[in-house]
T-cell receptor, first 114, second 115 residues
Framework: AQSVTQLDSHVSVSEGTPVLLRCNYS??????LFWYVQHPNKGLQLLLK??????LVKGINGFEAEFKKSETSFHLTKPSAHMSDAAEYFC????????????FGTGTRLKVLA | NAGVTQTPKFQVLKTGQSMTLQCAQD?????MYWYRQDPGMGLRLIYY???????DKGEVPNGYNVSRLNKREFSLRLESAAPSQTSVYFC??????????????FGPGTRLTVL
């Protein structure tokens, strides 16, 4: 069975410092993994996705994530936080069945301090 | 190209009332999904439709019904609303390629409060 665990429900960083949002997954198959961002009172926007082409995936707004099979992790990073990065972030694994359902993590709320 | 649209954006119901949430996509996607989002629980799948004319239950289907009206539209109906259905509802669609790499595209959400 597939599952996703986001290890931190809240993360606070100062503007200009690095961001690390942690995600571990469990999958019986070679997984497809995604990070989505949700700004307050908005819908979900795709940040990046891993589809086995490369273990280091670059996304929008300077975010990237590294797929580590040995650690079953897919952590999201950004070298320098910006105030506009304050949002909730979801790690998602796609179930490789005919309907490709998503399994969501419980989310990490990122706070950026001035 | 509007992507995925949802109506209404906000709704307040009294317990026992019924309503239908509308969703439409203009990306010619085959698959569509309804989720609910509750604090601390991420998004949970209510129902999905792999293609026009088919629907299946997701993780939390109780108290809901769906209709895949055509390829573009997928509606979610609450027949007798309960306070436990207070939530934010998201519709999503996915393209028709093979493999589990297809991305789901989300609408802006409907905020529903049941009093």
């Amino acid at each position: 069975a597939q599952s996703v665990t986001q290890l931190d429900s809240h993360v606070s960083v100062s503007e200009g410092t690095p961001v690390l949002l942690r995600c571990n997954y469990s999958s019986s198959y070679s997984p497809s993994l995604f990070w989505y961002v949700q700004h307050p009172n908005k819908g979900l926007q795709l940040l990046l996705k891993y589809t086995s082409a490369a273990t280091l995936v670059k996304g929008i707004n300077g975010f990237e994530a590294e797929f580590k099979k040995s650690e079953t992790s897919f952590h999201l990073t950004k070298p320098s936080a910006h105030m506009s990065d304050a949002a909730e972030y979801f790690c998602v694994v796609s179930v490789p069945s005919g309907t490709y359902k998503y399994i969501f993590g419980t989310g990490t709320r990122l706070k950026v301090l001035a | 190209n509007a992507g995925v649209t949802q109506t209404p954006k906000f709704q307040v119901l009294k317990t026992g009332q019924s309503m239908t949430l509308q969703c439409a996509q203009d990306m010619n996607h085959n698959s569509m999904y309804w989720y609910r989002q509750d604090p601390g629980m991420g998004l949970r799948l209510i129902y999905y439709s792999a293609s026009e004319g088919t629907t299946d239950k997701g993780e939390v289907p109780n108290g809901y019904n769906v209709s895949r009206l055509n390829k573009r539209e997928f509606s979610l109906r609450l027949e007798s609303a309960a306070p436990s259905q207070t939530s934010v509802y998201f519709c999503a669609s996915r393209g028709s390629g093979t493999g589990s790499t297809d991305t789901q595209y989300f609408g802006p959400g409907t905020r529903l409060t049941v009093l």
